[in-house]
T-cell receptor, first 113, second 116 residues
Framework: DAKTTQPTSMDCAEGRAANLPCNHS???????VYWYRQIHSQGPQYIIH???NNETNEMASLIITEDRKSSTLILPHATLRDTAVYYC??????????????FGTGTRLTIIP | EAQVTQNPRYLITVTGKKLTVTCSQN?????MSWYRQDPGLGLRQIYY???????DKGDVPEGYKVSRKEKRNFPLILESPSPNQTSLYFC???????????????FGPGTRLTVT
């Protein structure tokens, strides 16, 4: 799985868009970008994933650059409940192998009232 | 509601007293996995299971056992717990590995274990 680099921490005002960057310059053509978050000591929660195209769901949007070397997770209207550690994970389909997720240190996002 | 449940959520025990942490999912998932989370070390995989009666070691299997007799359940067994197994444990599940599309994993709420 490709290595990812994320800022250690970020703050965002409540109601504003939170933009969380992730660098994955060694990503391979068959590797997906996943985002998970972990709210204080709770189980990690899936947010979104993408391969090449930008993706949007009810929680967030994922913008992947054309060269796929970086991506940005966007929470459009951040609330206090979005305060969490956000993990960017890059991995390929397992081909019937172990589906282990490798969580790095992530970005600690704090939403400011 | 699709979910992964774990029991107990909190447990304080003594060294050497066998314990089992249960994990159950209601999504008919083939793949299940156990992680432990420790400060500064992140989440590390303990064991995983590709399907019923198919289990394998993860990165930190020492001191743990698992079983997969039913598709929905994947208990984690500590036969002789030691203080270095004090940790936050998470169970996870997902659909059949190796499908030709990406998918999410579902995590349980966690079990905080303290071994004294």
């Amino acid at each position: 799985d490709a290595k990812t680099t994320q800022p250690t921490s970020m703050d965002c005002a409540e109601g504003r868009a939170a933009n969380l960057p992730c660098n994955h310059s060694t990503i391979s053509g068959n590797e997906y970008v996943y985002w998970y978050r972990q709210i204080h000591s709770q189980g990690p929660q899936y947010i979104i994933h993408g391969l090449k195209n930008n993706e949007t769901n009810e929680m967030a949007s994922l913008i992947i650059t054309e060269d796929r070397k970086s991506s940005t997770l966007i929470l459009p209207h951040a609330t206090l409940r979005d305060t969490a550690v956000y993990y960017c994970i890059v991995r390929a389909l397992s081909n019937f192998g172990n589906e282990k997720l490798t969580f790095g240190t992530g970005t600690r996002l704090t939403i400011i009232p | 509601e699709a979910q992964v449940t774990q029991n107990p959520r909190y447990l304080i025990t003594v060294t050497g007293k066998k314990l089992t942490v249960t994990c159950s999912q209601n999504m008919n998932h083939e793949y299940m996995s156990w992680y432990r989370q420790d400060p500064g070390l992140g989440l590390r995989q303990i064991y995983y299971s590709m399907n019923v009666e198919v289990t394998d070691k993860g990165d930190v299997p020492e001191g743990y056992k698992v079983s997969r007799k039913e598709k929905r359940n994947f208990p984690l067994i500590l036969e002789s717990p030691s203080p270095n197994q004090t940790s936050l444990y998470f169970c996870a599940s997902s659909v059949t590995p190796g499908l030709a599309f990406a998918y999410e994993q579902y995590f349980g709420p966690g079990t905080r274990l303290t071994v004294t």
